[in-house]
């Protein structure tokens, strides 16, 4: 969270209560630390995979394989391949529509008023992460050419924003500013190559009478916004039609997040200051009754754009508790000798690990290297190719959308655990790499952004 809450003294957390002081501030700071989701999110990998290799390994299967059938009378109901979901197809399919929700969110944001604003100023990592997306698959390809095995090509492409960000973090100051939004940037556009991937690659037989009906619901949706309606209800019912839509037509469901997440208003209603202080004034000087205390509420929300008060109310909950139960139910893989030995001889583990490692290194350095090159675009003040390097190794941890699409592209079990083994490896790797090669980069004091120094380039052009 960019922006921290203020603790009132009014409420349990602000109070001096021993358990508020030694536990709930100390946890919540915890929370507000940029690598908090991270740690979050490595911690549950562990537990499942600890738990998976535990005598305890059979509770572990059962829980995630559970059947829950949810369903609104005799017509409408969840199944999956004409069966109840399982508990762990619930987390994938439906839980994980609030993720990529996020995710849409934030690709907005960047898009209106954000890095990817001006095409000129995001075409550098642009390009990175185009590299690091088509190298990477290239690889695993090369190792998987044919068969099942093949259709995992998407599996390297991904980028794990939080998990990324969270190690950077770790190093403060030794990373320059805009290093991490050169990072933020190829993430974010590895995430729009991913949903793309997953849109039309990653989809089964398609029904034509709910893609119809997801279409009039995106439809339903443009409306309202252009009659300015600011109902919240309306849009969240359009938003469970178009899911489920998706989730009958054979597109996979998640993708509604992220239609849901771009169609979002990324500018604020009211942006008029003298109109916003005439309605919250009276409130303020307590001049004002209980309607004009609803319309000084309005008139607040509606100073800040829907995308940022989403982001605000749904992160934590993403990064907090559905990633990291996303984790627990995916990361619970066999690691023995034999699981081990199959994984070193597989093209899918090698795929998979070369792609994130070796693929992210080369795809994003190398195009970096010559966009630089080619006078297409210059490195930030403050940076050099060491930084970039280090980034591009950060950038192999793929894990939260490298276990997704993995779900996704095989249905085969063995082919699953022989894909997740290279992606905890080529994380764990990646992470550390790149770790190494930005602490070894001395820290250049002078500092100044990114998007700035491109400038330079639009007027030497």
């Known amino acids: 969270m960019k922006n921290e809450k203020i603790i009132s003294e009014n409420t349990w957390l602000g109070s ?159 990373v320059p500013g805009a290093m991490k939004v050169f990072l933020l940037t190829v993430a974010i556009v590895d995430d729009i190559g991913g949903i793309l991937v997953i849109a039309f690659f990653y989809t089964e037989d398609l029904a034509a009478e709910w893609l119809l009906v997801a279409v009039l619901s995106v439809f339903g949706v443009m409306i309202l916004k252009k009659l300015n309606v600011r109902y919240t209800p309306a849009y969240i019912a359009l938003g469970v039609v178009l899911w489920y839509s998706l989730f009958e037509s054979g597109v996979h469901s998640t993708i509604a997040g992220v239609i849901m997440g771009l169609l979002a208003p990324a500018t604020a ?50 990064g907090f508790l559905i990633v990291p139960i996303f984790a627990l139910a995916n990361a619970g893989v066999e690691i023995s000798y034999d699981s081990l030995s199959d994984a070193a001889s597989s093209g899918v583990t090698r795929g998979v690990l070369i792609g994130l490692v070796v693929g992210k290194i080369v795809g994003v350095s190398l195009f970096t290297f010559a966009a630089v090159k080619f006078r297409v675009s210059k490195l930030p003040i403050g940076s050099n190719f060491r930084h970039i390097l280090g980034i591009s190794a950060i950038s192999g941890i793929g894990f939260t959308v490298s276990m997704f699409i993995t779900s996704l592209a095989y249905d085969n079990v063995i082919l699953q655990d022989e894909s997740k083994i290279g992606i905890l490896l080529a994380s764990a790797l990646a992470a550390i790499v790149g770790l190494f090669l930005l602490k070894s980069v001395k820290v250049v004091q002078h500092e100044a952004s990114f998007f700035e120094e491109n400038k330079e380039v639009d007027q030497s052009n």
């Not at 929370?31 to 499942?48: N, W």
């Not at 008029?272 to 929300?301: C, I, W, Y």
């Open 16 to 174: 001096d209560r021993r358990l508020a002081k030694t536990i709930g501030r100390p946890v919540r700071k915890f929370l507000g630390i940029e690598a908090s989701s991270g740690i979050l999110l490595v911690f549950a990998a562990l537990v499942a995979l600890v738990w998976a290799n535990s005598p305890w390994s059979d509770s572990y299967h059962e829980l995630w394989g559970t059947e829950i059938n949810i369903s609104l009378g005799d017509s409408i109901s969840l199944e999956h391949h004409d069966h109840p979901l399982t508990l762990g197809q619930f987390v994938n399919d439906v839980l994980m529509v609030l993720f990529f929700f996020v995710v849409g969110l934030e690709i907005k944001r960047e898009l209106v008023t954000g890095h990817l604003k001006k095409f000129r100023d995001a075409l550098l990592p642009i390009i990175a992460a185009v590299g690091g997306m088509v190298v990477p698959a290239f690889i695993f390809y090369s190792f998987n050419s044919s068969g099942e095995a093949s259709d995992g090509w998407g599996i390297p492409m991904a980028t794990d924003i939080a998990f990324a960000i969270g190690v950077v973090s770790l190093l403060g100051n030794r």
């Open 269 to 318: 209603l009211i942006s008029d200051k003298n109109a916003l202080s005439q309605a919250v004034q009276p409130a303020m000087q307590e001049q004002s009754d209980f309607s004009g205390l609803r319309k000084a509420t309005f008139h607040l929300n509606e100073s800040v754009p829907i995308t940022e008060r989403f982001e605000n109310l749904l992160h934590p909950l993403t």
